[in-house]
């Protein structure tokens, strides 16, 4: 799945406008819902290649420099992926 998206814009709306879903809940960043393991992201919010990052989709905006990012939905038995 290919999803054209900006630096700055959110990762959860970039991701439900291509047909990715994600599951989420309090929007908010609080609940954890919407974690997902992204590579080529850093805790700064800049594109790294090779780093991997559990993010909260629902609150991050798409890093500054991305060119593709590799998203994994995490195995959580509480939301029902296994």
Do not use: Q, Y
Request: net charge negative; with cysteine; proline share 5%.
């Amino acid at each position: 799945m290919i999803a054209l998206a900006e630096p700055g814009d959110n990762l959860l709306e970039v991701a439900m406008s291509a047909g990715v879903d994600i599951p989420s809940s309090c929007l908010t960043g609080h609940c954890g819902s919407c974690e997902v393991e992204v590579e080529g992201w850093t805790v700064e919010g800049c594109a790294n290649g090779s780093a991997k990052e559990v993010v909260r989709a629902c609150v991050s905006p798409i890093p500054c420099g991305t060119r593709s990012l590799v998203v994994d939905e995490l195995n959580d038995g509480v939301w029902g992926s296994e």
